[in-house]
């Protein structure tokens, strides 16, 4: 199993520009979340998905929208990049959530910077 | 609301030095209590997690107990490696997870 992987690792925008951040799960999990993590701070939630179909907002969703159109793929997108948005983006992933003791599986991260 | 308030880094110690991440929290209901590490360049691993009162979470040496009635889980090991250098996320979660600022560790030879 691959777990969570997040295209692309890097990325730099102008204010103004567009971009979608992919994610993709091969294990099966219904739940899956992106995560924002500004310098020297903790993990903020964006968005999440209870399943294909489902999203929900975050405590910090403005400025992003999401789908969950499988189950194994949630990309985020940008629509007119801030720099406020400048951070570093995780997406997660997790069986489901009525269970508190199931854990969250991490991809490994994609820098943005918007100058 | 919930809240996690977790102990403010850099934490510089020697190798083989004791640890301890204080970490306490807020939150609706009865949540479950995890420690995420982040280690250069990657994305957060579970290090160890506790679901319910006095419940002990163990893992790589590291260890924290589910305390009730402090709220806290606070993150402990006997004797740190360099290898253990990364920042240490606590993470409640009651119904989303929701996390502290991290606590960057370094560790010297």
């Known amino acids: 199993n691959a777990g969570v992987t997040q295209t692309p690792k890097f990325r730099i925008l102008k204010i103004g520009q567009s971009m979608t951040l992919q994610c993709t799960q091969d294990?099966?999990?219904?739940?899956m979340y992106w995560y924002r993590q500004d310098p020297g701070m903790g993990l903020k939630l964006i968005y999440y998905?209870?399943?294909?179909?489902?999203?929900d907002k975050g405590e910090v969703p403005n400025g992003y929208n999401v789908s969950r159109s499988t189950t194994e793929d949630f990309p985020l997108r940008l629509e007119l990049a801030a720099p406020s948005q400048t951070s570093v983006y995780f997406c997660?992933?997790?069986?489901?959530?009525?269970?508190?003791?199931?854990?969250?599986?991490f991809g490994p991260g994609t820098r943005l910077t918007v100058l | 609301g919930d809240s996690v308030t977790q102990m403010e880094g850099p934490v510089t110690l020697s190798e083989e030095a004791f640890l301890t991440i204080n970490c306490t929290y807020t939150?609706?209901?009865?949540?479950?209590l995890f420690w995420y590490v982040q280690y250069p360049g990657e994305g957060l691993q579970l290090l160890l997690k506790?679901?319910?009162?006095?419940d002990k979470g163990s893992n790589k040496g590291f260890e924290a107990t589910y305390r009730k009635e402090t709220t806290s889980f606070h993150l402990e090991k006997g004797s740190v490696q360099v290898s253990d250098s990364a920042v240490y996320f606590c993470?409640?979660?009651?119904?989303?997870?929701?996390f502290g600022t991290g606590t960057r560790l370094t560790v010297i030879p």
């Open positions: 997660a992933s997790s069986l489901a959530t009525g269970d508190l003791r199931n854990e969250q599986f």
């Open positions: 294990m099966n999990h219904n739940y």
């Open positions: 998905s209870v399943g294909a179909g489902i999203t």
């Open positions: 939150a609706t209901g009865y949540p479950s």
């Open positions: 506790a679901t319910k009162a006095d």
């Open positions: 993470a409640p979660r009651a119904n989303n997870l929701f």
